[in-house]
């Protein structure tokens, strides 16, 4: 079973930057899509980026503009770049990948990282 560890969170000051970094254990046969989602204390988990096969991208309105998703398929890798974070930016992020894990089962499946504290101080 295919593992996404994510890394890169932190304690930030507002306005500061984070970069984070997801990394697949393993490999895939075909990842169709790359997520960060976040959840905040008392709140549920929420679409923050996503990034598909073809390179089109998507971002909640809370952040377009201040973070930027990227990703390398060929080697499970997936980053969010955050810039000009705001204590409201304070969260859990999880990775998340739909990808199908070999080539004879066509059905895409979930993949979640085991999030990162992203904690911005005002």
Do not use: H
């Amino acid at each position: 079973q295919v593992q996404l560890v994510e890394s890169g969170g932190g304690l930030v000051q507002a306005g500061g930057s984070l970069r984070l970094s997801c990394a697949a254990s393993g490999s895939f046969f075909r990842i169709n899509a790359m997520n960060w989602f976040r959840q905040a204390p008392g709140k549920q988990r929420e679409l923050v980026a996503g990034i598909l096969r073809n390179g089109r991208t998507a971002y909640s309105d809370s952040v377009k503009g201040r973070f930027t998703i990227s990703g390398d398929n060929a080697n499970g890798l997936a980053y969010l770049q955050m810039t000009d974070l705001r204590p409201e930016d304070t969260a859990v992020y999880y990775c998340n990948f739909g990808a199908r894990p070999t080539g004879w089962d066509n059905n895409e499946y979930d993949y979640w990282g085991q999030g990162t504290q992203v904690t911005v101080s005002s």
